[in-house]
């Protein structure tokens, strides 16, 4: 037990410092690095899609796209005329530093203004990894109940801003708003919340003009 538990700490640090090193790449071509993380079909690839079509003519976009399997996302993301990544983790359920690294080796990504990191849908253990983005994004449907984040209270409290998707269905289901804001600013006082919908487009402006805004201040200091 004690050697898996030391093995485990040695694979942390090592990620560690790729995540260091991909930070400071980062900071040399001005990139702003948001690391998406949810559980499966939360609505990542459709609110990234939205973004390129409200942001890819001002600014240069990019994106790295985590699964188990297939192509699909990247090729959602290409199709929009945007390079895209496709990261397959033959069965992991995170992405880690080494795998940024290798595909900013292998595609064209760089230079960016802004790049994506779809991490792998999953709630729990892409939290733990820094792929040296600048912060990360959690996101959450309405119709995954309103219990999640004081059930998975790890990233809601890491990640620096919650994205509450699908508001449009919002009607149509259990979920109490107020409540998961309530929880989500107590497990996150200095946290950013945005409400979205990529269907009618709620929210979206509010959404792009954080990037950008975070996109001005990095690149300011
Ligand atoms: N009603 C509604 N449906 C949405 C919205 N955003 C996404 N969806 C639908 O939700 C489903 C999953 O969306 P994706 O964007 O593929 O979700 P994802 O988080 O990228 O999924 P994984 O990559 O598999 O983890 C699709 O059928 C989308 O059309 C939204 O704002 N409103
Ligand atoms: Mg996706
Ligand atoms: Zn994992």
Request: contains cysteine.
């Amino acid at each position: 037990m004690k050697t898996i538990v030391s093995i485990r700490r040695k694979a942390l640090a090592a990620s560690e410092e790729h995540a260091e090193e991909l930070r400071g790449r980062f900071a040399e071509s001005g990139t702003l690095v948001l690391n998406l993380i949810s559980s499966p079909g939360s609505g990542k690839t459709t609110l990234l899609e939205t973004t390129v079509g409200r942001l890819a003519e001002r600014y240069r976009i990019a994106v790295i796209e985590g699964d188990v399997a297939t192509e699909r996302d990247a090729d959602r993301i290409r199709a929009l005329g945007v390079p895209a990544h496709q990261v397959l983790t033959g069965g992991a359920c995170h992405l880690d530093a080494r795998q940024i690294e290798t595909a900013l080796e292998t595609a064209d990504l760089l230079p960016a203004d802004i790049l994506f990191i779809e991490n792998v849908g999953n709630l729990i253990c892409p939290t733990t990894y820094d792929l040296g983005e600048d912060f990360k994004v959690v996101l959450l449907s309405v119709t995954e109940g309103d219990d999640k984040p004081l059930k998975y209270p790890a990233i809601f409290s890491r990640a620096d801003v919650t994205v509450i998707t699908k508001a449009d269905l919002l009607p149509y289901v259990p979920f109490d708003l107020d409540a998961v804001l309530e929880h989500v600013k107590s497990l996150n006082p200095s946290g950013t919340i945005v409400i979205v919908s990529s269907t009618t487009g709620d929210g979206v402006d509010e959404w792009c003009d954080l990037l950008v805004e975070r996109l001005g201040s990095k690149r300011e200091s």
